[in-house]
Each structure stands twice: as structure tokens, then as C-alpha cells.
């Protein structure tokens, strides 16, 4: 079997900077992670990984997002592939889901495309979905657990608004993952850090994946961002640190001020 | 300025993670309980920075001595105590001698327990009657047929109670023929579970999450294989590891200072005094730049300290330009972070004085180190003898 997950470098800081004139956000300066939902995916991925199983991290941006690759190789991933072409610069979700999947088709023969239901920063959840749509497989989104692969079908343990549902779905499909709350990724070791460096890494550009550059970067987006700005700052709230008695009546004397209650 | 690889950026990403996520959170705990979890240990032996100085073929992650300063600068940011900073640098730095002059039995028998933190290695030569001047100590080696036997006794010893109850011991030196001075001491590791080991045990002031303590060896035998590189060479042999350990330090104050000025600047920004925020005032905004313009000179310097004895061990450097530039590095860590740290304190006013300050517990640890693996006035020796020449040393 092979598995392709889709990762993706986000910046750190929740607290983001904007280039208000390019309603970009700006990376420089900021230090970056992968992208908590993806780690999650490749940690599905390599729980069900079986002997003579492949598992493919893939990534679009530019030479810094090598580290994120790397990450991923010494957590277990075989081979990176980074995607890195002026091409691909200032894509939208539609053209990033594009490049993706015409990587994968120029990979070809996978059985599970693997995403992070969602990015920290900009969190539209929207490539897993495309990415099903242009390769014409099935999906499953909400993925809190892959439960096993057999016969050519998968199990998986979907997150639904009431509580979860078991989806049985045939091979190929995308899956979009989603961590329980209670996920503590795993951190990866010195020596496979170390080891990462030996395992196959690709640097792919448009002509590599054999791509049609109008549906790249901005040629291929179909979604302008007009304004990108932060929400304004909550107020800190008010902190009772009395006995719980008087804590709740003193809270209780505020809401009613407020006319709250 | 030294600029790290690709593979050094990755593994103080996993370190600064471990120490943020499962260090930080409990370092004030830890002494409270003057202990370091097992759960902490056991962790970084998984992430393996225990003894990483030592070859992948004895259970090392196979470091050299920048990559071991990352990760010693993430552990320092993560825990306030220093106890993790300290049960680390002893390992990277003297597993580095043991797997440089260790014979291939000894390292075969201590690294595997070392790295997966069943065992501690430490270092164990200061006495009651000298620290940084080791041929003032008194403990002596003696040959006996194929074994050695050991008298004496140690004191101001970091990770005893975790030797002696878990297992281990520490690289020690003693005179095997004293009246050839530093010319006849040996190097050699000193099993604390060995009989005839009695320890006793000291209240520190810092770095509370590791034991500090001595003991007396009365006729301790040990195997001819725990000898380190020859016999009577052991003066030159030391300073190897004191060395490794010195620019670690420096880098570990540096980065102890550098966090307790985050957390600083983080409580100026936004405590208001007489209408507007501390950080306003020209005293505080002076002194932070004042203090982190020294912390960050520091830092680099240790890392140049550091890279000099990576250059050494590729054959590319030189043994007294090593010794200069590791003893400028450490000769004002401990000071520089402290005065950095005292500013912190003070600018928390009476939190700052608390208990639950983490960076009361920095200033403690940080405090030591202008004593431990040299003191600051041996630095400037050591600087002044490379600059004039050995004829006009003041120790001499």
C-alpha cells in the first residue's frame, strides 16, 4: 500500500502578522510548525502502516519547508517530496489542492491520500475535500481514527456533531483528519532525526509533475482576498478569586447589574 | 555568527518541544520533591540526549559538541530549576570523555544503561580540600595485580542519590603516583555501588531536581577497563571533559538568562506603574538591552567554544586556542545571566521574590555555575596564561 499525506508548514505564533498590502500572512520572523492537524494524519498513517507499506509526506512551499518534511521523515514518513516552483506562489486553497493532486497522479498508485482536516492558520478545510473532487475518489472528513484496512476497503471513525460514525469506503479516498482532544503528538527522537537525512527526498517543480501552470498560483485561484486583518482584542474578563460563596454572589450581583439575569 | 544545519534546527525543535511541553510545566514541582520524574527521565532517554555524546554503536545519538549545546540552550529555556540542564550536561560532557578514552568494555557496559537513564554518569572531582585545582586532591589509585584500588573521598557531587539508588557512577580522577604531581594522576570510572562507597548528602541552593552530595571510598576495587585513556595522563584527560562542560554551561546561562528576560519583558509590557507600563520607564528598557545584548554575546561564544572542540576532534583545531576560547565563554556566564535575572526579579517586585517565580529558581541555578567545572577565577587564569605565555601563569 502506498499513503500520500499532504502536510502543511504553518507559523507558530497565534499571534499571526499580516501584510496589509499583500493580505498575505507573513512568515518571516514567526517560527514555524507542521501543521498539528497533518502531523495527526501521518501518525494514522504510520499506525496502519504494514511491512512493504510506503508512506509519502508531501508539501508545497519553498526551501524552509524542507524542515517540515524532514519532521515528517523522522517520524516515520519514507520519502519527502517538496513542491517548490514560482509557479505554485500565492495559490488559494482550489490551486493548492491542483498542485496536490497532480503530484499525486504524476505519484500514482496510493490507496489513502491523508490530510489535516483543517490548518492553523488559515483553516478553510477545504483541500481534503477538493483534492477528492479533482481525483474523483471518495472522501471521509472528521477522521479521528483510522480503525484498520482490509480487502481493499478502510474503517474509519468519523466525528459527527452527536458523536461518531463508523464509515467503511473502498480504496483510493481521502481521508481528512481531526485529533481527539486529548492528542499529544509524539515528538521525534535525535537518532531518527539524524537517520531522516538518509531516506529519499524530492524536489518537484511544475515540469517534474507534468502541470498545466494555469491552474497554479494566482492563474489557477478562483478566491481574492479583499481585507486580511486581525479581530479586535477581547477585553480581559473579570477573575472572582474569593471563597466559591462569595465568588458566586459577587458574581451574581454582576450579571444582575448587567442585566445579565 | 554560527549557523546551524538543517538536522541541528530539527532536534531543537523536538527538544524545545519536550522541554516547553513535559519540563516546564513541572520544573518548580521538581524541587519540591528534589527529584526529577522518572516519566522526565524515561523521556529523555526516548528522545535520546542522555550520555548523546556517545557513538550510536554504544545506544549515543552520536553528538557533536554544537549539537549538544542546542540541545542544552532548549533545556535551559524549558526548565527554570536548571535540574535537567545539569543531569544532561554532565552525561553530554563526560559520556563524550568516557567515549573518547573509555575502553571499548567499559563503554559497552555503561553507555547502554546511561542512555536509556537506568544509570547516571557524573563527574566526581572536586574534594573538601580543592575543586578546580585537581592535584590538590587527596584520593589515590593503586594498582593491584589486574584491578585498582581507590581511596579517598569526594564532595560537592552532582547526582549521587541518583547513582547510588539507580545505578551508575561518576568519572573521577586520583593521584596513582603522587609524587609526580599532575603528571601522576589516572582517570577512571568510579561505580557508586561499588562496596566500600559511602555517601553523604548537601542541601543545595539550586537546581534542587538533582542530588547533591560526596563520598568516602575506602578500598574500592575496580576492573583495570574502567581506566580512562593511560594511566598518569589523566591530568590532560580531565580537562577535555571540564572543557565540554564549560562551553555547555555557557550556554546554558545564556539561555537561562535570555528566558527569564522573556518572562521579563513579558510582565514590563504590560504591569502599569503611575499610569503606564513598566516597560516605559528608561531604568528597565536600558537595562533589558544592556542584558540581553551580554546574554546574546554570551550565547554565541559558547557556541564558538563549542565549535572549537567539534574543529579539534575533526583534526582542524588547536588544544590551547580550545582551552582560551571555552574559558572566555564561561568566565562571566554565570555572572552575566544572574545580574540578567536579579533585573527580572526585581522588576516583579514581591512575586519575583516568591517561591512560585520561576525565575527565583533560575537565579539559583545560574548561580552555581560560577563555581561548578571551574571556577570563574581559574577562566581568567586559564585566559591569561594563553595571552602571556605558561612562564608568567599566576599558578605557577
Known sequence: ?261 | MIEFTEEQELIRESVKEFAQKKIAPIALDMEKHKEIPADIIKGMAELGILACTADPAYGGSGLNAVTAGVVAEELAKGDCTGSTCVFYLVQAAWGYLLNKYGTEEAKKEIFPKATSGDWFLGIATTESGGGTDVVGGKTTIKKDGDSFIVNGEKMYISGVREAVTNGGGHITIAHQSPELGSRGMTVFYLPLTAEGITPTYIDDLGREGISCGGFAIDNVKIPKHYILGEENKGFYIIHEGYEYARALIAVICAAAGLKSLENGMNYVKERKVFGKPLAKFQEINFRLAEHYTKLEMLKRLGYEALRAIDLEQEGKGNRFETSKIVAMSKMFASDWACEAINDVIQWQGAFGYSRECPDQAAWRAVRSFSLAEGTREVMKMIVARELLGKELTSYK
Open chain 1, 1 to 261: 500500500m502506498r499513503y500520500i499525506v499532504c502536510v502543511k508548514q504553518v507559523p507558530e505564533s497565534n499571534d499571526l502578522k499580516f501584510d496589509p498590502d499583500e493580505n498575505k500572512v507573513l512568515k518571516i520572523g514567526v517560527s514555524t510548525i507542521i501543521n498539528p492537524f497533518d502531523q495527526f494524519a501521518l501518525e494514522q498513517a504510520i499506525k496502519i502502516k504494514n511491512e512493504g507499506d510506503e508512506i509519502i509526506a508531501i508539501s508545497i512551499g519553498d526551501a524552509e519547508t524542507k524542515s517540515t518534511l524532514m519532521r515528517c521523515l523522522a517520524l516515520g514518513a519514507d520519502k519527502g517530496i517538496l513542491l517548490d516552483d514560482e509557479d505554485f506562489k500565492d495559490s488559494d486553497t482550489f490551486a493548492t489542492s491542483n498542485i496536490l493532486a497532480t503530484a499525486i497522479t504524476k505519484i500514482g498508485n496510493y490507496s489513502i491520500i491523508f490530510c489535516g482536516n483543517s490548518s492553523i492558520d488559515t483553516g478553510s478545510s477545504q483541500v481534503g475535500p477538493e483534492l477528492a473532487s479533482i481525483l474523483k475518489i471518495p472522501q471521509v472528513t472528521y477522521v479521528e481514527s483510522v480503525e484498520n484496512v482490509e480487502n481493499g476497503k478502510v474503517k474509519v471513525k468519523a466525528q459527527t456533531d452527536e458523536g461518531y460514525r463508523i464509515i467503511e469506503s473502498e480504496l483510493p479516498l481521502v481521508i481528512a483528519a481531526i485529533p481527539p482532544s486529548s492528542f499529544q503528538p509524539n515528538i521525534p527522537p535525535l537518532p531518527k532525526i539524524l537517520a531522516a537525512r538518509k531516506k529519499p527526498f524530492d524536489i518537484w517543480k511544475t515540469e517534474d509533475i507534468e502541470g498545466d501552470q494555469s491552474k497554479f498560483g494566482s492563474n489557477g485561484s478562483v478566491i481574492k482576498i479583499i481585507k486580511l486583518y486581525k479581530p479586535p482584542k477581547r477585553e480581559q474578563g473579570i477573575v472572582f478569586t474569593d471563597e466559591p460563596n462569595t465568588a458566586v454572589e459577587k458574581l451574581m450581583e454582576l450579571l444582575s447589574k448587567d442585566k445579565v439575569i
